[in-house]
Structures are given as structure tokens and as C-alpha cells.
């Protein structure tokens, strides 16, 4: 009798606080910018912090880092009219030291050491990972305020992804040696399709030709998802994974706005979950195989839950206007990332906290990609060229 | 009124162990769960942090309700 009071006494007490723990952790709107605030000053105080540290654990999350970040105070100097300075100021210092680590030391800087395993299987390509992202960072900027100074590169970039493309059998560009990735391909066609708005560029019809390809080849059979990573000529390497289709989905929605929308909701049934108002994303589908690694980062037992899925699935949330499941997304960040005075999170890292930027700052600038086009000259009117 | 003590001792303990952790830094070394130690220690201290913090947010809260309605119930019964 005693026991069963017990055991009713816990009961009773779990209905009553565990529906209740998520109020404690809800972030609004005003808590939401006073984070986003917080990291970007952040970023712009000191740009490379924890660099080193991160690249001895995996140096893509350096590159990638640096990419969140250009992308996130692009946003924030569109939306922040009194940040445009400083953002442009330290979107230009990461701009030219990437570019500067990059010709320095080629593009195996910036990745994982199996780059080094053979050859390309295309002679004359490069990483469509750093290529792409490069391209993705000098466009965004430009499309705040022109700047000439890397246009040329970024041109130069672009060419050799059309080629890299074109010349595939699969109408995609390696990021390693006989590896494509569906991340890397869709930022590299985002990148270009904001080039072409400010350069006067087009690469429309690669980005089509590329979604029917996608459409045709790259879909899991069972849950048309996009696949992660194929080879060169198009063999399956892995299927879905949340921590590559979060920011593919969150790329087509300036390729092929219906594509990325039908992507977003399968992710969403597929990988998305929440509980009690605390959400997390899984990396892979129910009944898929499941291997862990340096994309998907830990796994939590039994919820499934993937720290690096259920990360850039605040991506997709923000950029689909899944407020719900953003605020609840946000509602485990907040429970268990440890959250420190200057808004990041200890159980995360650089590159995390820069998705968390990016985010929680997503909007304006590809608002602009969709805006009408005007041409170049509308857009060296709005801020001049430097 | 043994249980309802022993259950609110039980809360207060692990809220004496969470904060002893946290002040002896323990939250840094979370920074293991995203492959990132601050040192070795990290492994161990990171997840143990972790689930010091879980139980005083989620399963203390809990323990100290039940005592309380433990206690009211033996109250209402005298």
C-alpha cells in the first residue's frame, strides 16, 4: 500500500512537471535576437577563435564555419542597417583569409585527410565543397554591398563548377576524390544562382538540369529524400541523412522552391520529432542503417536524436518558417547546450553556434536572390562598389 | 513523515551535487559531447555533467512534488 502511494505520488508529480519543464527553456522572439546579437558580436570580435581546436577534430568544420558565419552577417547587415559596417568588415577579413589559406595551402586545408586518398575521378576538378562555399560567401556579400576586390575568383569558381558539372556523369562536382555530396552541390548551385544576381551571370539552366537529375537519380526509393553522397558516375554511397538535407532543402528553396518544400516535409516526417516541447532531429530514416560518424555527431539512445542533424535542422526549421518546431528545437538547445554569457553553447562548438547564427538570422538575404531581378546596376546603386 | 523527508533529501542532494560540479567547472568539459575535450577528463566529466544537470531539472523537481503531496496526503490523513 505504502509502495503504491509512492509510485502514485511520483506519477502524479511527473504529469505535473514534465509537460511544464519546456516553458522553463522557450526562447522568444526578443531572447531569439538577443542570442543572434550576442554571436555575431562574437564573430565579429574574433573571427578564428577555437579554429585550431576545431580543426584538429575535423577541418572541414573550420571551412564551414567560416561560410555560417559570412552567410549569417549578410543577413544581419541586410536586416541591421547600424551592423552593415562592422559585418561587411568581418565578412571581408574571413573572406580574404580563406582565399589566402586556400592558395597557400590548396584546398586540402580544409579537409578531412582521406582528400589525399587518389585522384579526382574528373583530372581537372577541384573540391566542389570549397569551391562552392567560396562562391557562396563572396556572392552573399556582394549581395549586400558589391565589393570587386573578389568578384574575379568568384567567377573564376564558378566556371570551373559548370565544367566540373557538366563534365560529370552524375551532373555533379566531386568534393572529394569520386565522392559528391547532394550538401555541396545544391550550396555550390545556391552560390551561383546569388552570383548571377549580382554578377550578371546565369546559371539557371545547370541548376534545372541538376534538380531533374536529382529527381530522376538521387532520391531514396522508399522515402524520395535525397541521398547524401554518390560517386562520380552516380552509384549510392549513403542515403539520407538529416545533417546533409537540412541545408539542402534550405539551398533549393533558391533553385527550385517546390523541390525544397517537398524535401523540407518528408525530412520533417521522416527525421523530425518532439516531446513534451523539446525537439530533435534524427540522421536517418526509420529502418535505415544506422552509422555514426563525424556528420551526425552523437546519438542519443533511444530518442535517436543526432547533435549533428538536430543542428542544422534549426536551419531547415527557420528557413521553412517552422516556428513550432523551431521553438522547440530551441527548447533542447537551451536544456542541453549550456548556454554562456555570450550567447554560445559549451556543448557545442564554433561551427555549431555559427549554424545556430545563421538560423536564427535566416531571411533577408535570400529574400533578395528572390527579389525581381534588376540587374547589376540596381545593385551597385544600393551601397556602391568597393 | 520518513518517505516525504527522504524524498526531499534525495532532490536536495542531487541539487548539491549538480552545483558542486558546476562550480567546479564541469560545464566546460560538455564541450566532449561535440568530439570537442577540453581535456581527457572531458569524456567523463562532460557526460557526468550532463546527467547531474538532467536529474536536478527533470528528476529532482519531480522527488520534491511527490514529497509534497506525499506530505499533504499523511496531513490529511491525521
Redesign the interface.
Known sequence: M?RA??LL??L???V???PT?HR?YALDEPERELIAARLAARQVAAPARGAA??RA??PEWDFMRRTYVVLALANRALAHPGERVRSLAAIDAIVDQTLASADEHGDVHFLLPYAKRGPFMDPAARSLFIDGEIVAMVAARDLVEPRDATRQDALARAARIERAMRASPSLSGESYPDECWTFCNTTALAGLTMLDRVAGTDHGALARDWVAHAKAHLLDPKTKLLVSSYTWDGRVLDGPEGSSLWMSAHNLLVIDEDFARDQYARARRELGASFLGFGWAREWPAGSPAHPD?DS??IVPVLGAS?GSSGLALLGASAFGDDAWLGTLLASLE??G?RDADGAY????DV?DAVLLYALSFGPLWQRVKEPASGPAALLQIGGAR | MRRPAALFGLAGLLAVAYLAASLAGWAEHTSAICGMPRSPASWTLGPVFVALYLAVVIVAPILAIAATLDTLLLLRRK
Open positions: 505504502k502511494r509512492l505520488s511520483l502524479l508529480a511527473a505535473v512537471w514534465l519543464l522553463f581546436e576545431m577534430v575535423n563525424v555527431g552523437p547533435a536544456l542541453a549550456f559549451r556543448a557545442s562548438n555549431g
